[in-house]
């Protein structure tokens, strides 16, 4: 089968780009053809400064539109030169045969609060309202992929019924490159941060500190008196507010942050447990990253959360309370990481990403494709 695609940037890392790159890697290991149309072709990524601008962000705004509408249209006539080929669209334009969900903007905003407001401040925001609405209640996909089951209400609130059949389709992890780490491995990794053996440390990683819960998981400190949190993400400014607020809640001294890193195992091997207070994720892969590391995880119920944690077996849900968060931080603190490794790591080796491949697979193989989408 020749598979395309059709994303505005892929890369190695993580979220979309990094689904993508894995997704593609997997379904070549099947044997299929795996092209990538990247409305990124032939750009040049700003300096770092410069993407910290108002300007840049003004620049994004309008590359969002961009892909939307010039980006589908050419992404239309790529599929158009080969007219055999079967298509899958991650994310901004409106084209290809299966359109995978990894998030609902309007869910993400709403979990920020005072989403009226933000909308009225963003025009940006009812754009991708208004795009994604056509999307969901209209016809230019054939089927609907959603990473969780709990997915499919978050559409139906936001847009109502949606008309393609939607099939749950869950990312993989990479079991490779994330397992858990040898006492050598875990010893290195908590002397690179300077950490002691006796340090309980509790790890969080995001870009977006404040929607994924970092704050809850300061206040939670309180509450967990022996843990120490390690804070992987965020930017300059984000990382000052959330220092500012441990400084006022007392908990200062076991804050760490290291900012935005690409390598993360290690600092899975120097953790006791992953602490994930978010407020919305569609899937949430450092969940499965963390499971995979053989780490516990304690993640308020969403995204895969409540598919895949199970209380006291590889972590726990919990409610976005501190004083909750903070008694199931103290209670994994009071434990031997080696009585989690072997329970968390099993409860992820099902989600490979040939797993996934294949599932996408079997999809297009439902799909059989119209004459018109064949030639347009």
Known sequence: MHIVQIVPVVGTGSGIPGAVHHLGAALASLGHTVETFTAEHGRRRPRRSFRRSFPYRVARAWRTVEFSLWGTRRA???LAER???RSICHDA???GEIYVDHGVLAASMQAHGDLARR???NPLLTFIDLRDRR???????RAIVTLTGAELGVLEHHYGRVAPPVRVIPHGVDLVRYRPADDSERAAARARLGLDDEDRVALFIGHELERKGVLLAVDALTSAPTVLLLVVGGHAESIERVRTHAHHRGVADRVLFVGPQYELPPYFA???MFVFPSAYESFGLVITEALASGVPVIATPVGCAPEIVVD???GYLVDRDAAHLGDRMERIAATDI???RDRCRTSVEHLTWTAAAEQYVALLTELTPTPSEVIV
């Open 135 to 141: 999307r969901y209640r209209g016809h230019l996909h």
């Open 270 to 272: 120097a953790a006791d």
């Open 93 to 95: 334009m409106m084209a």
């Open 312 to 314: 006291g077996e590889n």
């Open 338 to 340: 080696d009585i989690w």
């Open 119 to 121: 909308r009225l401040r």
């Open 76 to 78: 239309k006539r790529f």
């Open 83 to 85: 007219p055999g080929a």
